[in-house]
């Protein structure tokens, strides 16, 4: 590390902190803390997303287990991607249609009260999980790149991230993703260039890996391949970070094409990280397969691009572990602290609130992942639920305009039911995912009780989100 | 073929990357100068 690369380093955090200043006087609204005033641009959109949902899995993570496995992993991965691409076509232009604010505001539209709460308290159980995993990974990459101490590093850059999400809610932490993702993006493959061309001729690298580390199944077989793919595709699809991002865009045209092209870039970015652990697997064979990416960064790098490729992964991070912090607040504050608008504040009062909870929420998940991280190893167990539960009734509900009031909550018992009992207890028989057998639970159940009750006056009462007219753009 | 495969889909991540950078930094900057010169005033 050169003192340019620190200076490097500390530009890129200073920056940062710049856009926790401006946010501390331009937001004023609860609005503009929960969906940034519903006003960004496609190219905000479309770096925020991105920014968002390439984490620490999509960066130190795929290179890992590319090394270990081979671009079967890339493969997989990439279902993420295209789930992102498909929602964005079908699904995500016609979430902008709601005036909504969260996940639970359109599962309440479509089927009633339980439905928020249970969104609610799985998204925030989701988010608070990702977001300990990100504090985590922002200590073990500081430590492992400039050798600093874990704990130090974690609380440092995790009061940054609070500092920033909490003066601005979504609209600094959208800015700063910006900021974020022009370090990563144009940083992170610009690293793996320079460590690829200083290795060897492309044909020489591909040689020395095994044979079934270049094809899309890899070593493990189809229905591996097929389990794992499915994962990514569902996992977190439509989670609150991305829906938030949804809600937030300034039209449906804006919203579809911010979607479609982040979905694009995460591809080919993938594609760039997974790359990474090649090359990491041809120079440095005998490592732990988390250190393949580190290494490539820090052996490989020439001086003076260290400090931009440390700066791009904790851009990677940072980014994140925003993003899934204000999902969390927004989704307390609005699905469970007052209930939809049912508890009924001021809206001087509601931003207040939604700062001061998220000072709690980041400083809790601060302590929680620094002094007891098996609960955030607890935490990603609930992770697999929201894909059984949440998904099927939230896109049936978009794309077929459902409205039940039975239906919505039993199919997301069922599929919580599910996916514990099948993935919980049985341990996955059969190599089938809890996630897979929770899905079709879900999916069965939602058109049993429709079939098995009457169809007419269904709708939930009390709660209505009255779409808003068609904007100019859509 | 490897070699523009490996060259050729990294050099498409970053030029992606520009590209989306390009249209997203334009406005932030804006808004977040927007955002100091209206906190100065006050």
């Known amino acids: 590390m050169t003192f340019y690369d620190w200076a490097v380093m500390a530009g890129y955090l200073l920056v940062i902190i710049f856009v926790a200043v401006a946010a501390l006087k331009r937001v004023k609204t609860g609005s503009d803390f929960a969906v940034a005033g519903s006003s960004l641009p496609l190219g905000i959109v479309t770096a925020t997303l991105a920014a968002a949902y390439i984490g620490g899995s999509f960066a130190v993570g795929a290179g890992g287990a590319t090394y270990r496995e081979g671009y079967t992993y890339f493969f997989a991965l990439a279902g993420f991607p295209l789930a992102t691409i498909a929602v964005g076509i079908w699904v995500a232009p016609r979430l902008r249609h709601y005036g909504a604010e969260t996940v639970g505001d359109v599962m309440e539209h479509h089927y009633g009260l339980a439905t928020r709460v249970l969104t609610g308290i799985i998204s925030m159980v989701v988010c608070a999980a990702v977001l300990g995993a990100q504090i985590r990974a922002l200590g073990t990459i500081a430590e492992t790149f400039i050798g600093v101490n874990f704990t130090g590093a974690a609380i440092v850059l995790t009061m940054i991230v609070i500092a920033y999400s909490t003066t601005g809610g979504l609209w600094s932490d959208v800015r700063a993703d910006v900021i974020h993702f022009v370090v990563l993006s144009i940083c992170i493959p610009i690293a793996i260039l320079v460590a690829l061309h200083s290795i060897g001729t492309p044909s020489k690298i591909i040689d020395q890996v095994p044979d079934d580390f270049l094809t899309i199944t890899g070593g493990d077989g189809v229905g591996h391949f097929i389990s794992l793919f499915l994962g990514f595709v569902f996992g977190e699809t439509l989670v609150q970070p991305y829906a938030q991002r949804a809600f937030a865009g300034g039209t449906r045209r804006i919203v579809r094409q911010g979607f479609v092209y982040a979905g694009l870039f995460g591809l080919v970015f993938l594609f760039a990280t997974s790359t990474g652990g090649i090359l990491a697997r041809v120079k440095f064979p005998n490592i732990d397969s988390d250190a393949a990416i580190p290494e490539v960064i820090a052996k490989l790098m020439p001086a003076g691009l260290t400090g931009i490729a440390i700066a791009a992964f904790l851009a990677v991070i940072m980014s994140s572990a925003s993003s899934f912090l204000n999902a969390t607040t927004v989704v307390v504050v609005r699905d469970l602290w007052t209930a939809g608008g049912r508890r009924s504040i001021e809206d001087h009062v509601r931003l207040r609130l939604q700062r001061i909870i998220n000072v709690v929420i980041g400083a809790l998940a601060l302590v929680i992942a620094l002094s007891l991280p098996n609960i955030i190893d607890i935490l990603m167990v609930y992770y697999s639920a929201w894909a059984p539960t949440v998904i099927v009734p939230l896109v049936l509900g978009v794309l077929v305009g459902y409205r039940h009031r039975y239906a919505g909550i039993s199919a997301m018992l069922a599929g919580l039911a599910a996916v514990g009992v099948w993935g919980g207890v049985l341990d996955d028989p059969f190599g089938i995912l809890g996630l897979a057998v929770g899905l079709v639970t879900n999916l069965v159940v939602f058109f049993v009780v429709l079939a098995v009750t009457n169809s007419r006056d269904m709708a939930p009462k009390g709660y209505d989100i009255v779409a808003q007219p068609a904007q100019e753009g859509t | ?42």
């Open chain 2, 1 to 42: 073929m490897y070699g523009m495969l490996l060259y050729g889909g990294i050099i498409l991540a970053g030029l992606a990357g520009i590209a989306i950078s390009v249209a997203a930094l334009p406005p932030t900057v804006h808004d977040l100068w927007n955002a100091f010169r209206r906190s100065g005033r006050r």
